[in-house]
């Protein structure tokens, strides 16, 4: 009877796992359903509100809403499937936006406030989503929402606070395109990502403007309205800042359908799509001739009077017979500026030239005698030219002459640039020579005429003397090819007697013939680029294999909880005492694929962990087994040998890691003869660290000792750049074939204990692969053959918490089958809870370590506070890598590894208990 009683309670976990799937699934398809209503819906707000239907039609939910939490603490409601509802307030008596629940009493949590009468509702689901945002489902039914519920409002929670913030989106973008189509300037939008801009959009007013109508204008280049000149500079400008995509104001002559000409002034401003890409033109129009043509009329008339007077570019000034000033070009400001008056027509200028001198003032230089007072006397006394010294700096030529009206006509020529010539070409010439880069001159011949003392080291004449005269290209041993008249660069060598010098050379063509080139010493520069170039790509292959390490430890992590589960499940079946026969052989199977993928877990935790180098084992019991694992896998046209020196070589790290290395270096040897006949060879050695040659991958300690394991085959080979990259991460010689990641976890591996690996090939020779292991002292553990299939665990009350409800059972049940009364929790904050309530209840506390809401170290920590003395177990993932202070040296009562062995876990519960009853 107890036998059939366990046969059943398999059966009904094996259903239960059964019923759980198709909830899942039945869950799968509505959300699927729902996101298909919100994908298809025609516009953000349908999509809203399919949501809202969605919720009605999957959960019976009476009312939806989202609501949002503003700065003053109210809470908003923003969308609703009840109108009325939309953007009134609401208060509710629990924080809505701390994290999902599900209220099956509204009425007994406290006053909740609002248009709605919450008080008329059975139940209340709250999500919250991002920004403030939450999602509120209310059912009027006499029933309360169930669990199932929770879990799709959940999903749809995210999509809602999108679908509201695309509404609001839609809603200004609805305003922007009115106000556009309303506006009495000319808008036109062009499609900036295809190739020649075609209008995808024009208003109202850009049809009166031009003349066309939209149909007319859409599709076309905005060009087709230009009666600008092809060259004409502010087309060009045009032009270019449409092909740059970038923003102007522009000032063109157009001509409309009539075939009228007008002046049109169009502003040009890019916009970019949500990605930040610049996806339209803008160009705003508007008709500006009346404007242009007053400014051209009074422009003509100005030029007319300026045109001979501002051609030469000297100041020039009309002064009237009482001294007023009739007209003045803007050089008379440059030179003699007046913030006062400013030179303006009509002013006088005895004013002017006060506010001159007065501003004059605070300027390092003195002004000429004669000029010191403003005098219009003396200035049209003046008989010949002027040299007059300003304060600024400048000298000027000052010129009057006497009109017949009485008026005076002033010019000044600014002479400083002539005076300073002389000097301003000796700071050049020594400018030059102070020059760190070469810098000389030729002539068409290239034969030097002038060079400085930086260009004489540079090309290798003793002085530069001893260059003039010769072809400066003849001191390199590259040819160079140079064109009279035009520019050049070049890279070119020289022997530079220790080492080999590279020059880069640019050369500008003169005028009157010759060149001026430039000659640079980039030695150095070259060497600096190429080794950071170097550097960064070590960079960029240790984060790589860094991402692959954390992949790696992920995965693992979350296949150790469904490990957990199948381990856990088998050891429950195999506690029947009267388990058929024709089962057993299934759970042994079952047993030892569980095992085995716990090592290959561990294998790829410690790859994450990046060390491998805790343990200690025998090389032969790697070799042993390597031969039935290789030929399997190698057709029969491949022979595989093992060579090795001695036996009993002792190893650090993991046997399981040197044995994936060198299985994955057989593969590769595999590979690379094909189907053509070949060997593979692996021979086993030791080496001293000084003895081994420079390697490809890791680092070698010339104290230590090695064993020297070289994997030889007889394959195509590989050039030397190929075998400098096969460690790189995803690098690969088998196209789709290879992943580009067994070399780099191969190279992680040996370096993770401290090796290092040697790549030896060429083509058409074949490749030997030698990996350099760190030898250690061989220890043997002894095993604990200590063995208990049942522990007396009655008396004790568990508290089991994990987030994997599956892992929760398993360990659960085989507790219970040990006399232990187990509670399990999936939410840490409740076991927490539990135990704060009542310590004494509770015999120990088995917990996961990674958890939502609150990890495994922190639940111990304050579970100490309440209960000292209570038992903590920790099962985890990363047991082998776990370092938080409040679980390590002796903080808890044990560590275990995930998937944890039952046995084990129930040994280290009755070793807890055993000091408790002793004290009893």
């Known amino acids: ?62 009312a939806s809403m989202v609501v949002h939490a503003k700065a003053d603490g109210k809470i908003s409601v923003l969308a609703s499937n009840i109108p009325e509802l939309i953007d009134t307030e609401l208060s509710a008596p629990i924080d809505l936006f701390a994290r999902p629940r599900n209220v099956t009493n509204l009425s007994m949590i406290g006053v909740w406030k609002g248009r709605l009468n919450f008080y008329n509702f059975a139940g209340l689901l709250v999500v919250p989503a991002r920004d403030e945002t939450a999602l509120l489902c209310l059912r009027d039914r006499p029933s309360a929402f169930g669990k199932d519920s929770l879990s799709l409002v959940t999903r749809l929670a995210g999509l809602a606070a999108q679908a509201v913030q695309n509404s609001k989106i839609a809603a200004e973008n609805n305003l922007l395109a009115a106000t556009i189509a309303g506006s009495s300037s000319g808008f036109a939008i062009s499609d900036a990502a295809a190739d020649d801009r075609p209008l995808i959009y024009v208003n109202a007013a850009f049809e009166k403007l031009s003349g066309y109508r939209a149909e007319e204008a859409l599709g076309q280049n905005c060009r087709f309205l230009t009666a600008e000149p092809e060259d004409s500079p502010e087309r060009t400008r045009l032009r270019e800042a449409v092909k740059l995509r970038t923003s102007g104001k522009f000032l063109l002559r157009n001509r409309r359908k009539s075939g009228e000409l007008f002046w049109n002034e169009l502003t040009l401003f890019p916009v970019r799509d949500s990605a930040g890409k610049i996806s339209n033109l803008v160009a705003t129009q508007s008709d500006v001739t009346e404007r242009v043509e007053a400014a051209q009329e009074r422009d003509r008339a100005r030029a007319s009077m300026e045109g001979a007077l501002a051609a030469t570019g000297d100041a020039f000034l009309v002064l009237e017979a009482n001294g007023r000033v009739s007209f003045t070009n803007t050089a008379v400001n440059d030179l003699f500026p007046a913030p006062k008056y400013k030179w303006a027509i009509g002013s006088d200028f005895e004013d002017n030239w006060a506010d001159y001198l007065d501003e004059a003032r605070n300027q390092p230089g003195r002004i000429t005698r004669l000029f010191k007072d403003a005098d219009f006397a003396v200035l049209a006394g003046m008989s010949g030219p002027q040299e007059l010294d300003l304060p600024g700096g400048r000298s000027v030529l000052l010129r009057t002459a006497r009109l017949d009206d009485g008026g005076l006509v002033v010019s000044a020529t600014d002479v400083t640039a002539m005076k300073s010539a002389q000097q301003l070409l000796a700071e050049r010439l020594a400018s030059i020579e102070a020059a760190t880069d070469g810098i000389a001159v030729t002539n068409d011949a290239g034969r030097l005429t ?471």
């Open 450 to 920: 002038y060079l400085n003392s930086a260009a004489a080291a540079l090309l290798g004449f003793d002085s530069a003397s001893n260059g003039l005269g010769r072809r400066w290209f003849r001191q390199y041993t590259d040819s160079v090819s140079v064109t009279a008249g035009q520019p050049f660069e070049a890279t070119l060598t020289r022997d530079g007697g220790a080492q080999t010098l590279t020059h880069e050379i640019t050369g500008s063509p003169l005028e009157n013939g010759g060149a001026v080139i430039v000659v640079r010493d980039i030695t150095d520069s070259l060497e600096t680029e190429a080794r950071e170039e170097e550097l960064m790509q070590d960079l960029i292959r240790l984060q790589r294999q860094e991402a692959i390490a954390q992949l790696t430890a992920g995965v693992a992590h979350d296949f150790n909880n469904l490990l957990s589960a199948i381990n856990g499940s088998a050891a429950l079946i195999g506690t029947s005492e009267n388990l058929p026969d024709d089962v057993r052989p299934h759970l042994e199977r079952i047993t030892a694929a569980g095992a085995q993928s716990a090592k290959l877990v561990n294998r790829l935790l410690d790859i994450g962990a990046g060390s491998e180098a805790g343990g200690v084992f025998d090389l032969s019991s790697v070799l042993a087994d390597l031969t039935e694992l290789v030929r399997p896998s190698l057709p029969h046209s491949i022979t595989f040998d093992v060579v090795a020196a001695r036996s009993g070589v002792a190893l650090r790290g993991a046997p399981d890691a040197l044995s994936q290395v060198l299985i994955n270096l057989c593969m590769n040897g595999r590979d690379a003869i094909g189907a053509e006949s070949g060997q593979i060879e692996l021979n086993a050695s030791q080496v001293k660290g000084s003895d081994v040659p420079p390697v490809t991958v890791g680092q070698i300690d010339e104290n230590g000792r090695y064993a020297c394991l070289a994997v030889r085959d007889t394959g195509a080979g590989m050039d030397a750049e190929t075998a400098d990259s096969i460690f790189k991460p995803y690098f690969t010689t088998k196209g789709r074939m290879g992943t580009g990641l067994g070399l780099a976890i191969v190279a992680m591996q040996v370096q993770s204990v401290g090796g290092a690996i040697d790549v030896a090939s060429a083509p058409g020779r074949g490749t030997t692969v030698s990996v350099y292991w760190p030898l250690a002292s061989l220890r043997r553990d002894a095993a604990d053959t200590a063995h208990q299939e049942l522990f007396d665990l009655s008396d004790m009350t568990v508290i089991v918490v994990d987030d994997d409800p599956d892992v929760a059972h398993v360990i659960s049940r085989y507790l219970e089958a040990n006399g232990a009364e187990v509670a399990t929790c999936q939410d840490p904050r409740d076991a927490l809870t539990a135990i704060t309530e009542d310590p004494e209840s509770w015999s120990a506390l088995i917990t996961d370590y990674d958890m939502p809401a609150m990890n495994g170290g922190e639940l111990a920590a304050r579970v100490r506070d309440v209960a000292p003395d209570l038992p903590i177990i920790v099962v985890t993932a990363l047991a082998r890598r776990l370092t938080d202070p409040r679980l390590v040296n002796g903080q808890v009562t044990g560590i275990l590894s995930k998937p944890v062995e039952l046995d084990q876990l129930c040994g280290t519960l009755a070793e807890a208990q055993a000091p408790a009853k002793e004290g009893a």
């Open 1 to 62: 009877m107890k036998q059939d009683e366990r046969l059943r309670e398999a059966l009904l976990e094996l259903q239960l796992l059964s019923d759980r799937e198709a909830r899942t699934l039945a869950e799968t398809q509505t959300l699927l359903e729902c996101l298909e209503a919100y994908s298809t819906a025609p516009s953000p707000a349908a999509a809203l509100a399919s949501i809202f239907v969605s919720l009605q039609q999957k959960i019976d939910a009476s």
